[in-house]
């Protein structure tokens, strides 16, 4: 059984970070690519980052692009969002997913694991 774990999340003032870790264990895959999505009440779930097996490539929703960094540390099985200059829109449940596929899609049903999420609050 896959298991994805998100931690890291919690209240933030505007301006400030924060750095989300997503543990993957169970199976293991090769080449599997990571992503990290946020969803609020009023709003479907969206795309926030992705990044590939070795990291060569990554991709971010434009809303973020300069502000958060993707990273993975694959000996450790561990993928990190970093979150910079943080905003009260970015205010939401962050969730990990896993792509047995590979690469850095923005696209979430292209994912096959997903995480219980971890709630971010962004104070103005």
């Known amino acids: 059984q896959v298991q994805l774990v998100e931690s890291g999340g919690g209240l933030v003032q505007a301006g400030g970070s924060l750095r989300l870790s997503c543990v993957v264990s169970?199976?293991?895959?090769?080449?599997?690519?990571m992503g990290w999505f946020r969803q609020t009440p009023k709003k479907e779930r969206e795309f926030v980052a992705a990044?590939?097996?070795?990291?060569?490539?990554?991709n971010y929703a434009d809303s973020v692009k300069g502000r958060f960094t993707i990273s993975r540390d694959n000996a450790k099985n561990t993928v990190y969002l970093q979150m910079n200059s943080l905003k009260p829109e970015d205010t939401a449940v962050y969730y990990c997913?896993?792509?047995?596929?590979?690469?850095?899609?923005?696209?979430?049903?292209?994912?096959?694991?997903w995480g219980q999420g971890t709630q971010v609050t962004v104070s103005s």
């Open positions: 990044i590939s097996w070795a990291g060569g490539m990554t």
């Open positions: 169970g199976r293991s895959f090769s080449s599997y690519g």
């Open positions: 997913a896993l792509r047995i596929a590979g690469g850095a899609r923005d696209y979430a049903p292209s994912y096959d694991y």
